[in-house]
């Protein structure tokens, strides 16, 4: 197939062929993360899905500083095709690599070391510590391989091969359920057991990605040259994502403690599987929204600011009604989806119960995600970040803080509602107010 033209090829075209497979990568990563809750929650027990979640806010956070740079970095060599600097576009490419491999082995060491001495400091039971040292612990070696292909996938979607980057996305997803049917189910390896199978399944995305980058794409692998200007520029464009996965991480342990404060492990547990719910509503969102982050970049570099208007509200759209079908299929499935994870009768009645609630949050989800990114793609960290911050953390918080004690237990749940609502309200506003961010082009190109 041949490589598609960013700048030149009809807007609806570019839309479908980088949002289809990009979608189906998001579904396919976020279903491997599924598939292990759902392991681990039939062969394990509501423990040990408790005992992912206490744990997953740690990993929001690398995987923020991950987003930081390989989103950052291939803005800004988005841009710079746009302005035909393809030299300078390559430095962003190998600059980007050698950062995302030089963090991984520092997160490794950092997990390996630090993860023990966090939870002696944690009032938990010692089965669900021993749960969280058993995945973290397992899965912080497969770092590198998450970290670079992360990187390795957004830049071959600016190349024009959206389409290789699911293959081997989806790839990586079949052999994570079928190394969970072998590991859990089979030899009963339990968290470690699914840790291995979600590290392993990166081992074969990574060779072929690497392979087809030095074989088949139009970057090349060279020494980076690392400039002090160029490396904050990357950080700060990709900030959002860093503010976005760590305001993520710190209120996942907010509202974690008040759930084991107000409803207790089983209310934990019903927030886990509804969470599984709510990261597929996410990743479609992401999926839509990160899709045309590198044609948005290219086009914004190329100042046609009449395909970037297209390229948003086609993404708009999508999300919103994406997220309409999700609240239909959360109302009228729950009970077979949360029946899927966990087989305490318990259990299933309070995620049902938590899905209604976080149903309605569906509906405004992907348009917010939407939002963030689009600024991110057209190098505004600013509002990006602003909106962000606003979405993953104080609207939250707000919600938090005044609706359990209006509505009790329930309170908890809609306060999920609440930010979602708020946030697409701050977010028309600002779309409207600063369509092309705080620094608006004054050249508009109007050429196809």
Do not use: C
Request: charged share 10%; glycine share 8%; hydrophobic share 50%.
């Amino acid at each position: 197939m041949n490589n598609i033209q960013l700048g030149k090829d009809n807007i609806k075209k570019i839309f479908w062929m980088y949002a289809i497979p990009s979608v189906l990568s998001m579904i396919a990563q976020t279903t491997a993360t599924m598939i292990d809750s759902i392991f681990i929650g039939r062969y394990v027990g509501s423990a040990g899905l408790s005992a992912i979640t206490i744990f997953f806010p740690l990993i929001g956070i690398i995987i923020g500083i991950a987003s930081m740079f390989s989103i950052g970095g291939t803005t800004l060599a988005g841009i710079e095709l746009g302005k035909e600097n393809k030299t300078k576009s390559n430095n962003y490419f190998n600059v980007t690599l050698a950062i995302s491999l030089i963090l991984s082995i520092a997160f490794t060491a950092l997990i390996q070391f630090s993860l023990p001495i966090i939870l002696k400091f944690l009032n938990m039971e010692a089965s669900t510590v021993q749960h969280i040292l058993d995945y973290g612990g397992t899965i912080s070696w497969f770092f590198v391989f998450f970290m670079l292909n992360f990187a390795l996938t957004f830049f071959l979607k600016l190349d024009g091969k959206p389409v290789l980057v699911v293959a081997t996305m989806v790839s990586g997803t079949l052999i994570n359920i079928i190394l969970d049917y072998v590991l859990i189910a089979k030899f009963g390896y339990a968290l470690k057991g699914a840790a291995l199978a979600t590290g392993l399944s990166q081992l074969i995305p990574f060779v072929v990605l690497v392979i087809y980058t030095i074989s088949k794409s139009s970057w090349q692998i060279r020494k980076p040259e690392f400039h002090f200007n160029e490396i904050k520029q990357i950080a700060f464009n990709g900030s959002s994502e860093l503010l976005s996965q760590s305001a993520v991480s710190i209120a996942g342990l907010i509202i974690n403690a008040l759930i084991i404060s107000r409803v207790g492990v089983i209310g934990l547990a019903g927030y886990a599987v509804s969470q599984q719910v709510a990261s597929i509503a996410g990743s479609l969102g992401y999926g839509f929204a990160e899709s045309n982050q590198a044609a948005l970049s290219y086009n914004y570099g190329a100042q046609l600011n009449h395909r970037v208007n297209a390229l948003r509200n086609y993404t708009l759209k999508a999300n919103l009604f994406t997220g309409i079908f999700i609240f239909i299929v959360a109302n009228l499935f729950g009970q077979e989806v949360s029946s899927l994870f966990v087989k305490e009768p318990e259990t299933i009645e309070m995620s049902v119960h938590i899905l209604k609630y976080f149903s309605f949050a569906f509906v405004f989800m992907g348009a917010n995600i939407t939002v963030g990114t689009y600024y991110t793609a057209i190098n505004d960290p600013i509002l990006s970040g602003a909106i962000t911050l606003f979405r993953s953390l104080i609207a939250l918080l707000l919600g938090l803080a005044i609706l359990p004690v209006l509505f009790g237990n329930d309170g908890i749940w809609m306060s999920i509602i609440f930010r979602e609502v708020s946030t697409v309200i701050v977010g028309f506003v600002l779309l409207n107010l600063k369509p092309y961010g705080l620094k608006e082009q004054i050249s508009l190109k109007t050429a196809a």
